[in-house]
């Protein structure tokens, strides 16, 4: 399972590559990191990707998934630093560029479409493990509006 990955997560949109053989099936009850949009997620199926437990996140999400995604390496560096320096927020940054990288990542994920019940045509397979889109699926904010 490999190619660009869009996700739904508490984090907002996440933006992401993938490549991985595994399949993860959650436990009954366990929180996923978020619900896959276009993407394979943890085994292709059920629409999951990653798992979140207390404060440790588990992702196949990699290639650059922090730069990427600057709410969710907020979300990491503030836990660490909360719990080493009593830290309660961090200094804003200015997120734009990395906004500007998910967004022209976003409308290019490969694989399937989400197993989880939406299919809203964005992308149709032309061959295994890469995708045609068609529209890309919603851009991520842009910085001015967020």
Do not use: W
């Not at 619900?35 to 207390?54: H, K, L, P, S, Y």
């Not at 830290?87 to 998910?102: G, K, N, Q, S």
């Not at 149709?124 to 509006?145: L, M, N, Q, W, Y």
């Amino acid at each position: 399972m490999t190619g660009n990955i869009v996700v739904d997560s508490p984090f907002g949109r996440l933006v992401g590559f993938e490549n991985h053989s595994g399949r993860t099936v959650l436990d009954t009850g366990q929180q996923a990191l978020g619900t896959v949009r276009q993407g394979f997620g943890n085994n292709g199926d059920t629409g999951d990707e990653g798992a979140i437990v207390a404060n440790t996140i588990g992702t196949y999400l990699h290639g650059p998934v922090l730069p990427k995604n600057p709410a969710l390496a907020d979300h990491l560096l503030l836990g660490a630093q909360s719990r080493r320096y009593d830290v309660d927020e961090l200094e804003p940054l200015d997120d734009e560029l990395a906004l500007r990288a998910a967004k022209v990542a976003a409308p290019r994920p490969q694989g399937p479409r989400s197993r989880s019940g939406r299919d809203d045509g964005a992308c149709i397979a032309s061959r295994p493990h890469f995708a045609v889109c068609e529209k890309s699926p919603d851009p991520v904010p842009d910085p001015g509006t967020s």
